[in-house]
């Protein structure tokens, strides 16, 4: 924690983007959760890190918009592209470029594999995904919702009730509403989709060809999310309390 702690002020993120939300300390707490086991502490890092900027990034986004250059900078995958880009966006940039390649570095000495590809392809999924959102794009139907907002569920599946009041999105309850039901039926679907996902999910696990250790953190990092986001209120986007929840979690 101590370690993130400082690696999260050298960024200085809040002074560059004071603006966006500063959810460190929850990130290390979902990271903990997903990831409990002691001697996988770089595990920890990496998704605290990785889910830190991730957020900073949506709230970029929600604020200025959509941004090609940073989309070919992704794909160029060179600090030269950031000459493009707006400040705001490259900050952005370079500290998630600098992160995926001191992980990349370290996977390459200590395992002798390159995994750069595999994080690019889907942090670009990701980015994309922010992209389509911050268009102005409004699914009328809850598949059509479901196409995108699954690629980024995982870091801002509770923002609805904070963009809804900027016109900015549409939630899964108000897509199923337009299909002609009142909001307490669309909030019970919406529960009911979420606990056949649960049996779908445990049945996976248990049958998954997968490392068990592998298998078992996808669990539980849903787990965690389902735990924060609460079914309705999102602990991750409502400054001061989540972080002070987290404290109290871990101290």
């Not at 009142?182 to 979420?194: G, V």
Request: aromatic share 12%.
């Amino acid at each position: 924690m101590e370690m993130m702690g400082r690696w999260w002020k050298r960024l200085k993120m809040k002074d560059k983007l004071p603006f966006a939300r500063d959810r460190m300390v929850e990130c290390y707490f979902l990271a903990m959760g997903s990831v409990p086991d002691p001697k996988f502490s770089k595990c920890r890092r990496n998704l605290t890190k990785f889910g830190s900027l991730a957020t900073i990034l949506d709230d970029v986004y929600d604020i200025y918009g959509q941004c090609i250059s940073f989309i070919n900078a992704q794909l160029l995958w060179d600090l030269e592209a950031t000459v493009e880009l707006p400040e705001y966006m490259n900050v952005c940039y370079k500290a998630m470029y600098n992160h995926v390649n001191e992980m990349v570095e370290d996977a390459l000495n200590t395992l002798g594999l390159d995994i750069l590809p595999y994080i690019k392809d889907q942090w670009m999924c990701y980015v994309q995904s922010l992209h389509v959102d911050s268009g102005g794009y409004m699914p009328t139907t809850l598949e059509a919702y479901f196409k995108n907002a699954w690629i980024s569920i995982g870091i801002a599946v509770g923002l609805a009730y904070v963009e809804m009041e900027r016109g900015e999105t549409t939630s899964s309850t108000q897509c199923y509403m337009i299909q002609g039901v009142s909001a307490e039926e669309a909030r019970d679907h919406i529960k009911d989709l979420i606990c056949d996902s649960w049996k779908k999910l445990n049945k996976l696990v248990a049958q998954s060809s997968l490392p068990t250790g592998f298998a078992e953190t996808a669990l539980a990092m849903i787990s965690c999310l389902s735990k924060i986001y609460n079914y309705r209120y999102d602990d991750i986007t409502r400054d001061g309390w989540s972080a002070l929840q987290v404290k109290w979690d871990l101290y």
